[in-house]
């Protein structure tokens, strides 16, 4: 059985009818404090000041008091052999606590560009997607963004698939893991873990960001037996260096739950993105990684006993 959908969807709220209609404005939340990882200050080298400081926004304003009935989301898109095994139905979440100098989807960063939508409207498309999802042994997949800006809106649309069957897989950088509420990771069955670096001054410089918290998650999504794969973008000049490769390799090594590392060479699809959002985009001028390079990287996570893509 095959179906055919766009390669991303926008957004957009179903009516009875089957159409579609653009959501309604939201009305932006009050500022709330919340309690989890503290906010580094941001030097020169890494993303600037002002886009951190919308990003801590987007830290404030991803706590709804909905208990996970509704949440924001940017797109989706139904793909084969991406974002987790066999066929799987994608939702990119809106809104990122992050702000990666390398990252090809910054239009996701933004929970107000994204559209409201119900865990039930998401679920309702997973239900008609089922059999394909199944029959490849696929699943849905959830990512962004950062979803664990809304927790209990995936926490709600995971326990609805599992009850469906059907196989789940969380796509985050695990910085907001201490979100993740153990109720969700038991609906987990395979976290997607974008480990950024392992030295945290480079760590710093590429998310500006602090490191541990992903060191953090990993460790307790390995205590609690949930499968992970992990990536590591590499970038030439950036995260290439050898011993900030040994230090992630060193990591991984420990946690007994990693099946994969998959090595992802850099390049330059989300220019365009960085100009459109009118960002300065540091990585202008960088090449996509040698060969040689790549294989040396691969070598050093095999050294370690991991299988490496």
């Known amino acids: 059985m095959t179906a055919t959908v766009p390669a991303r969807v926008a957004a957009a709220s179903a009516t009875s009818t089957g159409t579609t209609k653009a959501a309604e404005p939201e009305a932006v939340p009050e500022p709330i404090t919340i309690a989890g990882p503290s906010l580094p200050i941001v030097g020169a080298a890494g993303p600037s000041a002002g886009s951190m400081r919308d990003a801590d926004e987007e830290m404030r304003h991803g706590v709804r008091h909905t208990k996970g009935e509704e949440g924001t989301i940017h797109s989706w898109e139904l793909v084969t052999a991406v974002d987790g095994p066999g066929t799987r139905l994608t939702y990119f979440l809106a809104g990122c606590a992050l702000r990666c100098l390398y990252c090809h989807n910054p239009d996701t960063w933004m929970m107000r560009n994204g559209t409201r939508a119900t865990a039930d409207e998401i679920l309702t498309r997973v239900r008609r997607y089922s059999h394909v999802l199944k029959a490849s042994d696929g699943g849905l997949t959830i990512s962004g963004g950062e979803p664990l800006l809304q927790p209990d809106f995936v926490a709600r649309i995971f326990r609805g698939a599992k009850e469906m069957g059907i196989h789940t897989a969380l796509d985050t950088s695990g910085f907001l893991g201490a979100r993740?509420?153990?109720?969700?990771?038991?609906?987990?069955?395979?976290?997607?873990?974008?480990?950024?670096?392992?030295?945290p001054a480079t760590y710093k410089k590429v998310t500006g960001r602090a490191l541990q918290p992903t060191l953090d998650f990993g460790r307790r999504l390995s205590a609690q037996g949930v499968k992970i794969w992990v990536r590591y973008v590499l970038v030439p000049g950036l995260t290439d260096d050898a011993h900030n490769v040994d230090l992630v390799a060193d990591y991984l090594a420990e946690l007994d739950t990693v099946e994969r590392v998959e090595v992802l060479p850099f390049h330059q699809m989300g220019r365009e993105k960085w100009h459109a959002l009118n960002e300065p985009y540091a990585l202008e001028d960088t090449k996509a990684p040698e060969p040689a390079l790549v294989a040396r990287v691969r070598r050093q996570f095999a050294e370690r006993g991991l299988t490496v893509y």
């Open 180 to 199: 993740a509420s153990n109720e969700l990771l038991a609906d987990t069955d395979l976290v997607l873990l974008d480990v950024k670096s392992g030295d």
